[in-house]
């Protein structure tokens, strides 16, 4: 049973992609791909079920890896985000230089934004607070019920979910944490339990499925008809998992394919940079090219090259480094063995995650 699953990446490059559509026609309020999101939630249940299972794993372990692998970037984004804020705070439109904001953005704490909004000072970084809050919960499971930590996890997601709605409250952090998404990370724990079980379906209906899927969430999506994110997207992202998994075999090594598994790999990075360059674009097109529409299908081609290409750098020449020095800090600071503890599968982050959810929170004017 293979250790490398490109399938997983080249889904992963899929759903990076599709966000950046959603955020290049979110103006024209037609548009389709937060769903992208509800992919890398699947995703991350998926990797974090894995690495749960290697020998070995501690829950001191799993965090230095996670906070590795996730804060780095993040907290230099973020820091890019308030000095921008300071030197030219006309280019945002509700994000301030406000240091509170800041320190709650870096230790992924959920916060109203002054529009009112759940976001922090770098916004897609809501999904990292979701991601954050997923890798404790883990831990906690590793340290208190290893053998069946998966199940334990599970229980305990779906307890905070009913604790915060219980508590009738309607501050920031009840409101995030009682979203229905939080449980497609268990459906990620199914998709891995199937896989470990060895249980694959046959390539052609795969592919038949996840094509289907991913067209039943861009039309569902394209028509605005979701009301449960976790129905409408949460339950086609697991099958689109699934069914990438028994495509494995078919992932060839042609050009196009290592492009794709490139892409992946620089997921985190395109995700975090994206709407930067999608609004760098929407303002610096039109004025290069008199006339020129972005919301064109040659427009948007355009835009999701650019930041594709963009991410690509920044993951090359910010992300990987980045990750390999924090990661041998916090090994040494917490005096973990660095051997044995990478996957060929987790040496990415499952969350690009994905942006802004396209039906319950606005992105038009709080993009940036």
């Known amino acids: 049973m293979t250790n490398k699953l490109n399938s997983l990446t080249v889904l992963r490059a899929i759903a990076a992609?599709?966000?950046?559509?959603?955020?290049?026609?979110?103006?024209?309020?037609?548009?389709?791909?937060?769903?992208?999101?509800?992919?890398?939630?699947?995703?991350?249940?998926?990797?974090?079920?894995?690495?749960?299972?290697?020998?070995?794993?501690?829950?001191?372990?799993?965090?230095?890896?996670?906070?590795?692998?996730?804060?780095?970037?993040?907290?230099?984004?973020?820091?890019?985000?308030?000095?921008?804020?300071?030197?030219?705070?006309s280019l945002f439109n509700s994000t301030t230089a406000n240091l509170g904001n800041l320190l709650k953005s870096l230790l992924f704490i959920p916060y109203r934004k002054e529009s009112g909004?759940?976001?922090?000072?770098?916004?897609?970084?809501?999904?990292?607070?979701?991601e954050m809050m997923f890798y404790a919960v883990a831990a906690v499971s590793l340290i208190l019920m290893r053998r069946h930590?998966?199940?334990?996890?599970?229980?305990?997601?779906?307890?905070?979910?009913?604790?915060?709605?219980?508590?009738?409250s309607h501050g920031a952090l009840a409101t995030f944490y009682s979203h229905e998404r939080v449980f497609e990370f268990p459906l990620g724990f199914t998709a891995w339990w199937l896989w470990k079980r060895g249980i694959r379906l046959n390539p052609l209906l795969a592919g038949c499925m996840v094509a289907g899927c991913y067209a039943w969430m861009a039309y569902v999506d394209w028509h605005q008809m979701?009301?449960?994110?976790?129905?409408?997207?949460?339950?086609?992202?697991?099958?689109?998992?699934?069914?990438?998994?028994?495509?494995?075999?078919?992932?060839?090594?042609?050009?196009?394919?290592?492009g794709a598994i490139f892409v992946g790999n620089a997921s985190y990075a395109v995700?975090?940079?994206?709407?930067?360059?999608?609004?760098?674009?929407?303002?610096?097109?039109?004025?290069?090219?008199?006339?020129?529409?972005?919301?064109?299908?040659?427009?948007?081609?355009?835009?999701?090259?650019?930041?594709?290409?963009?991410?690509g750098m920044l993951y090359w020449f910010a992300d990987r480094p980045?990750?390999?020095?924090?990661?041998?800090?916090?090994?040494?600071?917490?005096?973990?063995?660095?051997?044995?503890?990478?996957?060929?599968?987790?040496k990415q982050p499952v969350m690009v995650t994905n942006e802004v959810p396209a039906h319950s929170v606005p992105i038009k004017q709080d993009a940036i």
């Open 17 to 89: 992609t599709t966000v950046i559509f959603f955020h290049t026609l979110a103006p024209t309020g037609h548009t389709f791909g937060g769903f992208g999101v509800d992919i890398f939630f699947v995703l991350s249940g998926f990797v974090i079920a894995l690495v749960l299972d290697s020998p070995g794993m501690t829950a001191r372990l799993f965090l230095a890896d996670r906070i590795a692998r996730i804060v780095p970037l993040y907290w230099l984004l973020t820091f890019s985000v308030f000095a921008a804020t300071l030197i030219a705070p």
């Open 117 to 130: 909004e759940i976001f922090p000072m770098l916004f897609v970084g809501w999904t990292l607070n979701y």
């Open 149 to 168: 930590r998966l199940l334990f996890a599970s229980t305990l997601i779906f307890a905070i979910v009913c604790a915060v709605r219980a508590s009738g």
């Open 226 to 258: 979701a009301d449960s994110p976790l129905l409408y997207f949460g339950i086609p992202a697991f099958l689109m998992v699934f069914g990438s998994l028994s495509l494995e075999s078919m992932i060839g090594s042609d050009p196009l394919t290592r």
């Open 271 to 311: 995700y975090l940079s994206h709407p930067y360059c999608v609004e760098a674009a929407r303002k610096l097109l039109p004025k290069a090219i008199h006339g020129f529409d972005v919301t064109s299908p040659i427009g948007v081609a355009i835009i999701i090259v650019v930041a594709t290409a963009v991410g």
């Open 322 to 346: 980045l990750h390999t020095g924090a990661r041998q800090l916090l090994h040494r600071l917490l005096k973990v063995p660095l051997r044995g503890t990478r996957h060929p599968v987790l």
